[in-house]
């Protein structure tokens, strides 16, 4: 799988070629944050409404597709729910890249921007949340491509992490 980088700013959104975009939410923590908070915004507050309707809620494991164009990039943006913030940790992180590739498996969606889960909010430093989300996602056959979401100076880490885990990879290849 390519992993690809797009900053957190409305103006990039426009950048990636893919049909879904996935980005996460919290219960315990309103109005949303990180992607969430971009895409919302970009989606005239229907994320915020859908949430004060309790339509959703941003408990673990939730799971809601929502229609993205005309107003973003994206066919869909899927919304996935992370439980509350202070229960967050590498184990919830873990489930969270799981559900994330899963459902989009399950949509048939092999190039896609992603937010790894605490990421918009710091809940997780980049070189262990790429760490983690490698080991979890293996080979990916199913993925040709996920753009992160991350700033600038989370890429570099992000990267680095990436080349080395290719490197040792292509030496248990051999």
């Known amino acids: 799988m390519d992993i690809r980088f797009l900053a957190p700013d409305v103006r990039r959104l426009d950048e990636a070629p893919v ?27 229907r994320l915020s409404a859908l949430l004060m309707s309790g339509f959703v809620r941003g408990d673990a494991g939730e799971a809601l597709l929502v229609p993205g164009k005309p107003h973003v990039p994206f066919e869909k943006v899927l919304v996935l729910g992370l439980g509350d913030r202070a229960a967050f940790d590498e ?19 092999r190039r ?15 070189e262990r949340a790429i760490t983690l989300a490698l080991e979890c996602l293996g ?10 979401v991350e700033d ?11 080349r080395s885990s290719q490197r040792v990879a292509s030496i248990h290849d051999r």
């Open 19 to 45: 049909e879904v975009a996935a980005c996460t939410i919290w219960r315990d923590e309103r109005p949303v944050r990180g992607f969430a908070g971009v895409l919302d915004w970009r989606l005239g507050g």
């Open 91 to 109: 184990d919830a992180f873990r489930q969270g890249v799981s559900h994330i590739a899963r459902t989009l498996e399950g949509l048939r969606v």
């Open 112 to 126: 896609a921007v992603v937010e790894l889960p605490g990421r918009g909010v710091g809940g997780i430093d980049p």
């Open 139 to 148: 080979p990916a056959p199913e993925h040709d491509a996920w753009w992160l």
């Open 152 to 162: 600038a100076s989370a890429q570099k880490l992000v990267e680095q992490r990436v």
